[in-house]
């Protein structure tokens, strides 16, 4: 089992719609989680994150962790095409019960916004 | 404030060379780490350094080695390269170590090795 892990996608959905990304982490102690997103032939740019006492929201994004299913997804609101791009979900790995400064990533979900 | 720089955006290698890269952190941001992307690999985790100090290290060969300086720059170096060296390097910065928070990512240097 990976340890962090993402449907690669293609998730498609119109514009103005509500884009749902998900991921999937097996360390039940993670405590920091993050995403990032990458336009083709860029580099990743961090979106937002959480720490394992609760959901964020800034502006269009939301992002929320379900501690006891052990996944963490991002909610894109009034979806737009600039927003197309793949998504990628990251874990901050441990060392004992300390965050280390490594992070995880999944592989990245690919999302479609379509006009 | 500037954000994270890499040099060079591009290079162009021999099997066997050696190829050295160079990442300077947002002002202020001591921790910077080492990640390699590959299509089929994804993000890897190559190393971390904080005040000059190795903190962690990913599943590499020892061929990968880096290397901060006092001034947080760092540097990552690549010795008897091979064909599957070839990727996108990124380094990312952040204020502090071990909390992994916030991690800013450069534009990366694209590694093609021949």
């Known amino acids: 089992q990976k340890e962090v892990e993402q449907n690669s996608g293609p998730l498609s959905v119109p514009e103005g719609a509500i884009a749902s990304l998900n991921c999937t982490y097996s360390d039940r102690g993670s405590q920091s989680f993050f995403w990032y997103r990458q336009y083709s032939g860029k580099s990743p740019e961090l979106i937002m994150f959480i720490y394992s006492n609760g959901d964020k929201e800034d502006g269009r994004f939301t992002a929320q962790l379900n501690k006891a299913s052990q996944y963490v997804s991002l909610l894109i609101r009034d979806s737009q095409p600039s927003d197309s791009a793949t998504y990628l979900c990251a874990v901050n790995s441990r060392y004992g019960s300390s965050n280390t400064g490594k992070l995880i990533f999944g592989q990245g979900t690919t999302l479609q916004v379509k006009p | 404030k500037a954000g994270v720089t890499q040099t060079p955006r591009y290079l162009i290698k021999t099997r066997g060379q050696q190829v050295t890269l160079s990442c300077s952190p947002i002002?202020?941001?001591?921790?910077v780490s080492w990640y390699q992307q590959t299509p089929g690999q994804g993000l890897q985790f190559l190393f971390e350094y904080f005040s000059e100090t190795q903190r962690n290290k990913g599943n590499f060969p020892g061929r990968f080695s880096g290397r901060q300086f006092s001034n947080s720059r760092s540097e990552m170096n690549v010795s008897t390269l091979e064909l599957g060296d070839s990727a996108l390097y990124l380094c990312a910065s952040s204020d502090g170590a071990g909390t992994g928070g916030g991690k800013r990512f450069g534009p990366g240097t694209r590694l093609l090795v021949l």
């Open positions: 002002s202020g941001h001591r921790s």
